[in-house]
């Protein structure tokens, strides 16, 4: 299910619940029907799904342990079967291999080749969807569901929710305040990320419908507005705004009703057209070889059913601009805007820009015609004599001010053709696909001059299997980048490789490996791995523990730092501030400390409201795909826009800097 996704983050999300927090829906779960006239009747991936939910429907319903663990270990044996699953059953070998017994290869034949579960609707039916919603509340397994659920008559998340907040859950016997509190935390994150989708995932969709619409006959323009278009780092819902001929609205909306990919039309009027996205948008919709199609191929393949809202307006090309405008947002930010321009006897909303004098008492349409007229966004902002802000800044922390005329103090953003390499990639050695080699030509095809590996340390293992370099095995990694950058330099070629380390930071605040072994590298990225122990300590111990390995000399780049994963997990508590400060203390006692924007979409931390406070203090940023294979580079593209929505300039940016001049930071 997880398969295309960085090892690093696949194992995170290994974490049972995690993944059902993702799959459990208030709706229940639901055994699939099949479409299909012919055997096969269901595929691999949907077994896997099916037999992974049985096991927990197993769990809460009281089964017995062997039960539960066959149709996990059975779910877990398709999942990594290479064989083609359809002639293993038509050959009648479904029960030879080695994890599925006779019970599920029965199973499995008759979903394959009849499109039957058996009797297993009734346990479908059996179990409360609310019980299943509350599997996915981090820390709280099938197990745990079933005591609260017999002891409490637990039946749903609200149900939890009052129970913890009532202190009902806290005596039961094996619970405790800790879990209690941990629950009312876990309840909080679900909530708040429900029904949002991931930056990556939403702007894929987003470009598939707006490539779509513009090629509607009497489109002049789509774009994407809203929080995609602000590069938020999870969208609610999309927002595109169409510009057509006021003859041809009917047309488009006709048009857009039909397009491929419409899992519902949730209404549409005039100028409005509300929908719901599935995947087939994304098919036939983006270039070949783009990080987009990659993206696509992920999504369909991990065959989720992830589906997204979306908003269209279509309105007359003058209106275009102010309609633009407004679906932006944020709602904060029009509201100062709306507020520049009544301090300026203007109406500022998504119809135009109006002198009061001659549009009062007129409202919405109607006052229309008396609108300024203004061909684009800038003009708009000009109007109000401030400068054009770029959408990732439109948030109300401070860009009306930085763009006003007289101030005219808005950053340069960095744009991604400003990088020239990143710091924190991982290989072979480790945990990733890719050699060396194959890495640095991925980097030297982005043009890049250099590129930073990173492996994990020694002591990174995950269920006591050894992912990081030892000791041992860092002087032969470091001689074969010394060959590689020696044929470069031979053969003439601006590209050298950083030999690095991802270094653990451990729990009490030391770095993994020697001092002599860190000294062998170029830099450390400094990264916190056993989030355990510092998710269940106090901000201020993990932040004098982050302050005791940053100040280590050997420390040069603070890796992914607070371990958030996006609408999984959130990151250890921290006083990052006071951490920023600090780094900002050494940088100006001369010694390199910079701070990693991870820009994998999964993370992207550090997060865009720090920035500018990073940039204060004088902490160079870097921005790191942390990459496990070559394609993983490309996802600098992201960091780049949260760097962006953070205010930094390329010169904010250590990765913008010269091969040259970062050798001389890092005495390399
Ligand atoms: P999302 O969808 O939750 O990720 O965030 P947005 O920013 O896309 O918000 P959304 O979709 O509710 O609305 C799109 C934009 O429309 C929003 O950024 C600003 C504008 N807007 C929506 N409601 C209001 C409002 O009540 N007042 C003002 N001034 N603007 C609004
Ligand atoms: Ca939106
Ligand atoms: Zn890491």
């Known amino acids: 299910m997880l398969g295309s996704v960085n090892p690093d983050i696949n194992r995170m999300v290994q974490d049972l619940c995690l ?38 429907l197993l769990e809460l319903s009281g089964a017995n342990g062997f039960r539960v663990r066959a149709y996990q270990n059975g779910s877990r044996t398709l999942a990594s079967m290479e064989e083609d699953l359809f002639t293993i059953v038509s050959e009648n070998r479904i029960v030879e291999i080695k994890g599925i017994g006779k019970g599920i290869g029965g199973l499995i034949t008759e979903a394959v080749m009849e499109g039957t579960w058996g009797d297993m609707q ?33 039946d749903s998340v609200e149900a939890l929710k009052t129970a913890c907040e009532l202190g009902h859950v806290s005596p039961l016997s094996g619970f405790g305040e800790k879990s209690q509190k941990k629950y009312l935390e876990g309840i909080d994150l679900l909530r708040r990320y429900q029904g949002r989708t991931r930056m990556d995932v939403g702007l894929l969709y987003g470009r598939a419908l707006q490539q779509k619409i513009s090629e509607i006959s009497g489109v002049e323009k789509a774009q994407l507005a809203g929080s995609a278009r602000r590069r938020r780092e999870t969208i609610g819902d999309l927002d595109v705004v169409v510009s057509s001929l006021p003859e041809n609205h009917q047309n488009v909306i006709e048009n857009i009703l039909n397009l491929p990919g419409i899992a519902e039309v949730k209404g549409y009027g005039e100028s ?38 979306a908003q269209v307006r279509i309105v007359n090309p003058e209106m275009f601009p102010f309609t633009l405008a407004y679906f932006t947002g944020s709602k904060e930010h029009n509201i100062r805007m709306r507020q ?8 500022l ?68 053709s400003d990088l020239r390499g990143a710091f924190h990639n991982h290989t072979v050695y480790s945990d990733g696909t890719n050699t060396l080699e194959e890495m640095a030509q991925a980097a030297q095809s982005l043009g890049w001059e250099y590129l930073g590996i990173a492996d994990h340390s020694e002591t990174l293992n995950i269920g006591g299997r ?18 590689l950058n020696k044929n470069w330099k031979d053969q003439g070629i601006n590209f050298r490789l950083f030999h690095g380390s991802e270094c653990d930071i451990l ?35 993990n932040t004098e523990a982050l302050i005791r390995a940053i100040e280590d000399p050997t420390f040069t780049i603070l890796g992914h730092p607070t371990g958030r994963i996006l609408q999984v997990r959130e990151g250890f508590p921290i006083d990052m501030h006071a951490v920023i400060r600090r780094m900002g203390e050494l940088n100006s006692d001369g010694y390199l400390k910079a701070i990693e924007i991870n820009a994998s979409p999964y993370r992207l931390d550090l997060d865009w409201r720090l920035c500018k406070y990073a940039k204060e203090q004088k902490v160079p940023i870097c921005i790191n795909p942390d990459a496990h294979d070559t394609s993983g580079l490309d996802d600098v593209w992201y960091g780049v826009q949260i760097a962006r929505k953070g205010w930094l300039e390329s010169s904010d940016i250590l990765n913008t800097k010269s091969s040259l001049e970062i050798e001389s930071l890092f005495n390399d």
């Open 122 to 154: 009734s346990l479908y039916d059996k179990i409360p969807p609310g019980l299943i919603e509350i599997v996915g509340i981090p820390g709280l397994g099938p197990k745990r569901a079933r005591i609260l659920h017999e002891s409490l008559g637990i």
């Open 272 to 309: 409005k057209v509300s929908l719901i996205l599935e995947q087939e948008m994304l098919s036939n919709s983006v270039n070949s070889g783009s990080l987009d199609e990659r993206l696509a191929e992920t999504l369909i393949e991990r065959n989720s059913d992830a589906t997204i809202d």
């Open 19 to 56: 993944v059902l927090m993702s799959m459990a829906k208030v709706s229940g779960w639901t055994l699939p029907k099949s479409q299909r006239q012919q055997a096969p009747y269901v595929s691999k991936t949907q077994l896997v799904d099916v037999l992974e939910q049985i096991a927990i």
């Open 466 to 483: 050894q992912i990081g370099i030892p000791s041992g095995t860092v002087p032969k990694q470091s001689d074969e980048i010394i060959r």
């Open 340 to 347: 520049e321009a009544i301090n300026r006897g203007l109406r």
């Open 507 to 541: 729990a009490d605040g030391k770095l993994d490996y020697s001092d002599e072994v860190r000294n062998l590298f170029s830099h450390v990225v400094g990264s916190v791995h056993a989030l355990g122990s510092w998710r269940n300590r106090d901000e201020i111990e």
């Open 349 to 416: 909303n998504e119809f135009g820009l109006f002198p009061e004098v001659l549009a009062e008492g007129k409202i919405g349409m109607e006052a229309a015609k008396y609108t300024l007229k203004c061909s684009d966004e800038s003009e708009i902002y000009n109007n109000l004599d401030m400068n054009w802000i770029p959408p990732e800044m439109r948030e109300d922390m401070g860009e009306i001010e930085a763009a006003s005329l007289s101030k005219s103090s808005l950053p340069k953003l960095i744009q991604p």
